[in-house]
């Protein structure tokens, strides 16, 4: 066993078992199941998975207190799958380059069994000092930047997918954070999340993130500013939102690469508001999204640009195409009931993809979730699915999917 591993495993005995000071001390539980129907052509049946079928139970545990004028936060993952899901990763493990390592410390562990993965992970291991003025905070941790709701263009570190229906934690990342409080109301954040280029290397500059990012209001306008060196490159964005009638509208632009010749911006706008039909009240949403390292869906994945290849494989860019719009809404039918339809669509090739959420509340600590999604849109769009290599007819894209699960709070 490695350090890695033995730090992991000392840090989940530690919540679970040490933690005698914590001032909360909580657990999260969940157990489910997916079903996919993938395309005739698509990757997964070419592999033998026509159909997919998986059971999944999963335990978040999570700590927190107090030290020395310090306050730290611990939280342990472990979660296991088993069935068709689990068999295509397990073969899918050895094939390709491994992705870049997402952050420093490899506090991650992963194991097969025939059908089954076992996956366990420290998730948030940090200590934080505050005054009147400042905030700092050192370790694994997760921030969010930008105003995009489905889309987010300016949140460099590990934004959530556009069409993940799941989005209580964020996975954490090792950085150092800081954040200084002007009188004003404005602040400053700071940002360095130190990566090596290989698992196991030396900390690199071309595999590390250095961020800045202003906030300021003035009026009914708030504006953001950021400036990153993200993974050897420079990045530069403006945010703002404010109020425009009775609802919000919030917008990113965000350039990589300024000084590389040709700009393609990425950028984000949307608008939200609330809305009655009857008696049901709902919010409602619309959003645009231009992604800047995009390609024409006719693009096979084998002829993928360098720039958008390095930021899919980041997990900074979900969709390889340039232009979408999304639209959803969330609608309580009753005060335990709460649906969620959304859309995402590419409007160069006119593919969509389709997701109905339900969460239901059965209890004061226990929920449970209903997701279904579909895709709509020929072989050779972006959700249809593009092809893996130039003619070979073999395609990748969101399946047809269902998964429900219930989770318990204690």
Partial sequence: ?????????????????????????????????????????????????????????????????????????????????????????????????????????????????????????????????TSDTFVLRAGRQAITWGNGLVFSPSDV???????????????????????????????????????????GGAVSDDASTYALRGYANTGNFDLTVTLARDRGEWV???????SVGEGALKADVVVWDPTGGTINPSWVINYSNFASLGDLGFSYFIENYRNGFGVAADTAVS???STLASRMSTGQVFFAGRNFWAGGLQAFVTPDLMVSPTVIMNSDDQSALLSLSANYTLGDNTDISLNYSKPFGANGTEFGGRETTSGGGIYVGPPESVSVKISQFF
């Avoid at 033998?48 to 978040?60: D, I, K, N, S």
């Avoid at 073969?91 to 069994?113: E, I, K, V």
């Avoid at 954040?179 to 698992?199: F, H, K, W």
């Fill in 303 to 305: 002829d993928f640009p």
């Fill in 157 to 199: 570190v590990a934004p959530f997918s556009p069409n993940s229906p799941d989005r209580s934690y964020k996975t954490g990342t090792d950085m150092i954070y800081a954040q200084y409080l002007l009188e004003s109301g404005a602040d400053i954040q700071a940002v360095y999340i130190p990566r090596p280029l290989t698992e």
């Fill in 236 to 242: 530069v964005g403006l945010g703002g939102s404010g």
């Fill in 1 to 129: 066993m490695n350090v890695s591993r033995k730090a992991l495993l000392a840090g989940i005995f530690a919540i679970c078992f040490g933690a005698a000071d914590a001032q909360d001390l909580r657990f999260k539980t969940e157990v489910g199941g997916d079903w996919q129907w993938p395309d005739v052509a698509s990757l997964e049946t070419s592999l033998g998975f026509p159909t997919m079928q998986t059971a999944r139970a999963g335990l978040r545990a999570m700590a927190d207190g107090d030290a020395f004028g310090l306050q730290w936060e611990l939280h342990g993952t472990l979660m296991t799958r088993s069935g068709d899901a689990a068999s295509l990763r397990n073969m899918l493990s050895g094939m390709g380059a491994s992705p870049p390592p997402a952050t420093l410390f490899d506090f991650n562990g992963q194991r097969f069994s025939g059908d089954t993965e076992t996956s366990w992970s420290l998730d948030r291991a940090n200590v934080t000092w």
